[in-house]
């Protein structure tokens, strides 16, 4: 059985993205945090943002 992972709601209001400095949204099905500003999706593993820009995932429209 998959261990749904959440983000803590406070550390989100804390994260912005590197690259705009805009807010992100949690993709809990993707397991992602999202640039909308920036079309990057940032990968969470092992319940660990990587806030690296050359870690991201480009979003198409």
């Known amino acids: ?3 749904e992972r ?3 709601p ?3 209001e804390l994260l912005v993205c590197p690259v ?3 807010p992100l949204r949690y ?3 993707a397991g992602e945090l999202i ?3 920036a079309k990057l999706a ?3 593993r092992d ?3 990587i806030m690296i820009p050359d870690e991201a995932r480009t979003i198409e429209d």
């Open 1 to 3: 059985m998959a261990e």
């Open 6 to 8: 959440t983000v803590d």
């Open 10 to 12: 406070k550390l989100l």
């Open 20 to 22: 705009t400095k805009a």
């Open 27 to 29: 993709d809990a099905a």
């Open 35 to 37: 640039s909308d500003k």
């Open 42 to 44: 940032y990968p969470i």
């Open 47 to 49: 319940g660990i943002p």
